[in-house]
């Protein structure tokens, strides 16, 4: 026996948010819940600017029985192995961001410790020497490992580039096979309880009025239910991350197709180049305070590595959160839930940790207030976990210009000031268990844009340094033995998971 009656779920609106959300209800619930139906127009754009992730899009993708090699094809994707920053602490700078850890404790002890410990004995090797993900990513080679634990392949992770749309075209098939059914219209009013304020259902243009239970709201940055209906309300970060606008536009392929993506600091803000298999994509995230519209579209469009195959596109954005991202019976997903500039490829992730957390807090009863403060206080501690690792970026940048000097003079959220006394004092990263960006993002940042410690821990020296040393020489050399074996980013893909024509 059940938990009562087949809810009705009613997701409002596609594209990547939508899709992701039907997919995943599809597949995990085999439609024991209810009937799922999803509510969009082909004459409504979608955003699609997410085309870059982190490595956990990869559980969501088993989740749902994606082959990944056929999922790599239908997106014309490719591999990520980490973010390049250049620029960020200064011109002529640059730094990776990758998706691993480096070396391996020694003595209980995070690896970096023991690399500091050897910097002041005067040991210049770099830290991305001892990080398999790092080396692969500057030689331009990958590989998916042998699946060993213990393996060096074991301290590397991977994430993917891909084109959003054709994602939730893919997604969108799998979804319908599964049962989902798709309506198509625009929304012409929202129905309410008119005692309890809860969403009832939606009417269309047509006419045609769809009722449901639960409500997912996937309509973008305008929330036409989370915000147009029950009026939540909005708490904006501004005053931490000044970008609000972005420009994007694709381009045919040039240069190096590099397994990472890359984002240069720019005047007004920062650039991103994402390689896929038959085009790039590029963008530029910046504040309309620093610079007009005309002005950004003209320096994305000098600094593309191939022809422009479409015209600019603009996006307007307020970054932050709903002050209640599931309020009575509606929860929103995407931007309708909130923005964080793409920084740092969370877009996606925000949309795949949402749909994980409701599918594990659905409602039981009528109006579970348990349930939705619980997915509540979950899901804006992580946005703002995210919010201060962004944050950061900007904070410690060593750029001139009134952007970046205005950056390091803000106060930051205290959270994150926190971090950075204890990382400034011994190199240390103090984390809850639960953040995205682990100890090795933390340091590649900090590192990267020239936060260096002022101590280390004393744990570091108890071990005969001259043995550290060896171990450390040891480490580096492997692994790269390991990444010069490793096939070309190109002929991995051409082997496994080339696109058609």
């Known amino acids: 026996m059940g938990q009562g009656a087949p809810r009705r ?3 409002v609106g596609g594209g990547t948010a939508g899709w992701m959300a039907a997919a995943a209800f599809a597949a995990l619930l085999k439609g024991s819940y209810g009937p799922v139906t999803l509510i969009e127009s082909e004459e409504i754009g979608t955003v699609g600017v997410g085309e870059a992730t982190v490595p956990p899009i990869r559980f969501f993708n088993q989740l749902l029985g994606l082959d990944e090699n056929d999922f790599l094809k239908a997106t014309q994707g490719s591999f990520k192995l980490g973010i390049q920053f250049d620029g960020w602490a200064g011109e002529g700078t640059r730094y990776l961001h990758p998706f691993g850890t ?10 970096h410790q023991h690399w500091l410990s050897q910097r002041a004995r005067g040991d210049a090797s770099a830290l991305d020497d001892y990080c398999v993900a790092a080396v692969a990513a500057r030689e331009g080679r990958f590989s998916r490992g042998d ?24 997604l969108r098939g799998h979804a319908e096979a599964r049962g989902v059914a798709r309506i198509e219209g625009k929304i012409a009013s929202v129905q309410q309880h008119g005692e309890t304020g809860d969403v009832t259902g939606v009417t269309l243009e047509s006419g045609q009025a769809i009722e449901g239970d639960l409500f997912i709201d996937c309509s973008g940055f305008r929330g036409l239910l989370i915000e147009g209906a029950l009026r939540t309300g909005y708490d904006d970060w501004t005053h931490w991350l000044p970008c609000d606008r972005a420009v994007a536009v694709p381009c045919a392929n040039g240069g190096d197709f590099t397994p990472y993506t ?13 390689p896929l298999q038959h085009r790039i994509g590029n963008g530029y995230v910046y504040s309309s305070r620093h610079i007009d519209d005309e002005a950004a579209a003209a320096r994305l469009m000098a600094n593309l590595d191939g022809e422009a195959q479409a015209d600019p596109r603009f996006l307007r954005f ?9 309020n009575r019976n509606v929860v929103a997903l995407g931007l309708a839930s909130g923005f964080l500039e793409p920084l740092e490829s969370t877009s996606i992730h925000l949309i795949q940790t949402a749909i994980i957390r409701l599918l594990n807090l659905l409602p039981i009863g009528g109006d579970d207030v348990v349930a939705r403060d619980e997915y509540n206080r979950l899901t804006i501690q992580e946005m703002e976990h995210i919010r201060d690792f962004i944050i950061l970026h900007y904070f410690i940048n ?15 959220p205290d959270s994150l000031h926190r971090k950075l006394e204890v990382f400034r004092s011994r190199g240390r990263v103090v984390q809850l268990p639960d953040e995205l960006f682990a100890e090795a993002s933390w340091i590649a940042v900090l ?35 390991v990444v010069a074996q490793m096939p070309t980013h190109a002929a991995f893909i051409s082997e496994h998971c080339r696109a058609p024509s």
């Open 447 to 481: 590192l990267g844009q020239g936060v260096m410690p002022q101590g280390y821990e004393p744990l570091a020296d108890a071990r005969d340094p001259a043995d550290v040393a060896r171990r450390m020489a040891g480490m580096k050399n492997h692994i790269a033995k």
């Open 262 to 274: 890359r984002s240069t600091a720019d005047a007004a803000g920062w650039r991103w180049r994402i």
């Open 318 to 326: 307020t970054t932050g959160r709903r002050k209640l991202p599931w």
């Open 9 to 11: 779920v009613v997701i």
């Open 398 to 412: 060593g750029r001139s210009g009134p952007l970046w000097e205005a950056c390091r003079a803000m106060s930051v």
């Open 147 to 170: 699946g060993d634990p213990r393996s060096v392949f074991s301290t590397f992770g991977y994430a993917f580039h891909f084109d959003a749309g054709l994602y939730a075209r893919y």
């Open 102 to 111: 480096y070396g391996a404790p020694i003595d209980g002890l995070s690896f």
